[in-house]
């Protein structure tokens, strides 16, 4: 009845159930975003160095209010830029994770793990954990 629906599993992160994603063809394309600062860049370690960086570059212009809006026009055009990078990468990320996870889970459910897997599993789950806490401040 609805050849274009297709349902996915997806590996457990914190919940002993598997999510399952319902899908359709039908996809919407976002329209131009504009520029918004987002708390989760205050966590990031190159943050401040690079605010630093574009705030004492020299900036030619006789009114310091020219001067403030030159400046805000340089930050805004770097950190727009850089934030979609820095979703870009989580999002890579936590897919691989999530498909290094599904794998251990396709393991367990075949066998017991070995102690070394059993590891990576807690350690991927924490990785995931820190990266949707990072989602959730963004």
């Known amino acids: 009845m609805f050849p274009t ?3 996915q599993k997806l590996p457990r992160e914190l919940s002993d159930h598997n999510p399952l994603i319902v899908s359709s063809a039908n996809s919407h394309h976002l329209k131009h975003l504009p520029f ?3 708390t989760s860049w205050l966590k990031h370690p190159e943050f401040l160095d ?6 004492t570059a020299p900036c030619r212009a006789e009114v310091a ?3 403030i809006q030159i400046k805000l026009k340089k930050f805004k055009q770097y950190f727009k830029g850089w934030g979609f990078n820095i979703q870009g990468e989580n999002r890579k990320l936590r897919a691989s994770l999530h498909k290094e996870l599904a794998e251990l889970e396709t393991l367990e459910e075949e066998a017991p793990l ?3 897997s059993i590891q990576r599993k807690v350690e991927i789950q924490c990785n995931i954990m820190k ?7 963004y």
């Open 65 to 67: 209010l020219d001067r």
């Open 50 to 55: 690079k605010v630093k960086e574009i705030w």
């Open 36 to 38: 918004r600062f987002e």
């Open 5 to 7: 629906v297709f349902i």
């Open 114 to 116: 070995p102690l070394l």
């Open 131 to 137: 990266l949707l806490e990072e989602e959730k401040l």
